[in-house]
């Protein structure tokens, strides 16, 4: 007898970390998989899609200009329903704390579909950072049926809020199962020419960044922009900073950073190249989810573009660093950073906390053993 699972997501990050869930689905014995694709951001889950070989059942593409957060979950509510009555899945796999997380929750609950929420857990107890996404996982978390806590602390987080012990597996985070496997594949042509040009040659060293988190739009981001100004000034670094497609960051952005030197500004980049870029950094300033999960896995310090993360682990691991939006800190937390070496190493060499690469085993294994204690 096998078990019919439908897993659901619309964002890359979400795809990076379901692609190695789906390819376990995949060659499982007893597991009828599908997937499908409500399309939230297009291009940038396009490019994952094809890097992993993921063939979606049904793509519902609903990305849409200047969609609001409305508009996309009305959508997401009239399209993702009619898949669940067509597939009649007995699980709903949903990653996460995207909007597609939220709403295909619910229509699973309306539909009596047991949900599986993978990464789940994650806290920081104020709904408006990250916004939204603190109460999409919150509300996935009251309607899941398994959730996959990546660390221990995720999974007190669940038991503090009455879910039972029982439902709760352990897993790690199916990031660094897809980061292994990526890691491994060759360096595209795009990032060894970039890498070449403004660090090999140089002797500089590379600084990444990733800012665009809803919350940080406006003065925060102008902020974050005037720190990096002050950061190249140094002269004994390259900041490289691909800048998310919308045009809340776009506009600041290239403003005031488009003629700076030691600055590189990109498009977004795939994730194959990002990785590898990731590879060559010798530090990362984010306000993103993933990359706190990811830097650590190749031994590169964090610094956190926020007052608070769900992440806490690699706080308490000594992986990452909250700095905030306030230029004066971020300035002096980089710089502490970049000119003490015993600082530095020991972040650098901080244990990951975020797993061992076997997540997405761990993730089928307990749904099967759910089919196996409940027939």
């Not at 019919?4 to 795809?15: H, K």
């Not at 060894?192 to 002797?203: A, H, I, P, R, S």
Request: glycine share 6%; charged share 25%; proline share 7%.
């Amino acid at each position: 007898m096998t078990i019919r699972v439908l897993s659901i997501f619309g964002t890359r990050p979400e795809a990076v970390k379901m692609a190695p869930v789906i390819r376990e689905l995949k060659r499982s014995p007893g597991v009828d998989s599908y997937v499908c694709v409500t399309a939230q951001h297009r291009e940038m889950l396009d490019q994952v899609l094809n890097l992993f070989r993921i063939k979606p059942d049904i793509d519902l593409d609903l990305m849409r200009p200047d969609q609001t957060l409305a508009d996309l979950s009305a959508a997401i509510f009239t399209q993702l329903d009619p898949v669940l009555k067509s597939i009649k899945p007995e699980w709903v796999l949903v990653q996460g704390d995207t909007t597609t997380v939220a709403v295909a929750s619910m229509l699973a609950y309306y539909r009596r579909i047991k949900v599986g929420h993978v990464e789940a857990g994650l806290r920081t107890f104020d709904k408006w950072q990250p916004y939204p996404e603190e109460i999409n996982r919150r509300i996935a978390g009251v309607i899941a049926d398994l959730h996959f806590a990546p660390t221990e602390w995720t999974r007190r987080n669940l038991l503090r809020e009455g879910v039972s012990e029982d439902s709760i597996k352990v897993t790690g985070n199916p990031v660094i199962d897809a980061l292994q496997v990526v890691a491994e594949q060759p360096a595209p042509s795009q990032v060894k020419e970039l890498v070449n040009d403004l660090f090999l040659n140089t002797g500089k060293r590379l600084i990444l960044v990733t800012a665009h988190r809803r919350e940080n739009f406006g003065k925060p981001l102008q902020d974050i922009i005037k720190a990096l100004i002050q950061i190249a000034a140094r002269g004994d670094v390259e900041i490289v900073y691909p800048v998310h497609l919308n045009p809340n960051v776009q506009e600041p952005v290239y403003r005031m950073l488009g003629e700076t030197q030691h600055i590189t500004l990109l498009p977004p980049l795939d994730y194959l190249p990002m990785v590898h870029l990731l590879k060559q950094a010798a530090l990362v300033l984010t306000d993103s989810g993933g990359i706190q999960e990811e830097a650590p896995a190749f031994g590169i310090p964090v610094l956190v573009l926020r007052e608070v993360t769900e992440r806490p682990e690699g706080v308490e691991s000594g992986t990452l660093k909250l700095v905030g939006t306030d230029t004066d800190r971020i300035v002096g937390e980089t710089n502490k950073l970049l000119d003490d070496p015993l600082l530095y190493s020991q972040m650098a060499k901080a244990s990951n906390p975020f797993g061992d690469g076997h997540a997405a085993e761990r993730i089928v294994k307990a749904l099967l053993e759910y089919r196996t204690k409940s027939s």
